[in-house]
T-cell receptor
Framework: QQQVKQSPQSLIVQKGGISIINCAYE??????FPWYQQFPGKGPALLIA?????SEKKEGRFTISFNKSAKQFSLHIMDSQPGDSATYFC?????????FGKGTMLLVSP | DTAVSQTPKYLVTQMGNDKSIKCEQN?????MYWYKQDSKKFLKIMFS???????INETVPNRFSPKSPDKAHLNLHINSLELGDSAVYFC????????????FGPGTRLTVL
């Protein structure tokens, strides 16, 4: 049973555009929602994270929007750059573990 | 100075063999994890160790066994390797409170022939 649903599976965005990745969760016991960025041949690295008592968090070009009532959260990448091309995972923490979405492969075209 | 290191980075072996992957962390975290990432890049937790005690075992075959000689190390032993074990295995370390998060190693790509 997948507890965190992520979409889209892949995304192509023009340089300078906005990349948007969406996630939905089912379990209200989740208490922390990180996003990870993974480049080919590397391990996932924390990008940005949010707690459920906050509706938005921004760090540079990266913003998380969180809708607790809808049990949804999303990652927005403003002014997307070719160097942002990677796989992005949303995750939710609960029951002593992280549950990951299936990932989104982002390609930012020059 | 690498926070979470794994060895080897690549491992190619025959079916039926027994192999080990080593993981070391210098972050001082109490909890260490092993994840499996399949060919579709899906990340699934296998084990979690907190202060040398196993706290999660996510229906992983008993051919897989984590061993933690001390707080900084969590090694993964795999017996009787099967074709379906081919994947990238990530070690991670971190906390589970507040804004603690997990830090991943560089991964070990295991190929079973």
């Amino acid at each position: 049973q997948q507890q965190v649903k992520q979409s889209p599976q892949s995304l192509i965005v023009q340089k300078g555009g906005i990349s948007i990745i969406n996630c939905a969760y089912e379990n209200t016991a989740f208490d922390y929602f990180p996003w990870y960025q993974q480049f080919p041949g590397k391990g996932p690295a924390l990008l940005i994270a949010i707690r459920p008592d906050v509706s938005e968090k921004k760090e540079g070009r990266f913003t998380i929007s969180f809708n607790k009532s809808a049990k949804q959260f999303s990652l927005h990448i403003m002014d997307s750059q070719p160097g942002d091309s990677a796989t992005y995972f949303c995750a939710a923490r609960g029951y002593s573990t992280l549950t990951f979405g299936k990932g989104t492969m982002l390609l930012v075209s020059p | 100075d690498t926070a979470v290191s794994q060895t080897p980075k690549y491992l190619v072996t025959q079916m039926g063999n027994d192999k080990s992957i080593k993981c070391e962390q210098n972050l001082g975290h109490d909890t260490m994890y092993w994840y499996k990432q399949d060919s579709k890049k899906f990340l699934k937790i296998m084990f979690s160790y907190n202060n040398k005690e196993l706290i999660i075992n996510e229906t992983v075959p008993n051919r897989f066994s984590p061993k933690s000689p001390d707080k900084a190390h969590l090694n993964l032993h795999i017996n009787s390797l099967e074709l379906g074990d081919s994947a990238v295995y990530f070690c991670a370390t971190g906390g589970l409170e507040g804004t603690d998060t997990q830090y991943f190693g560089p991964g070990t790509r295991l190929t079973v022939l």
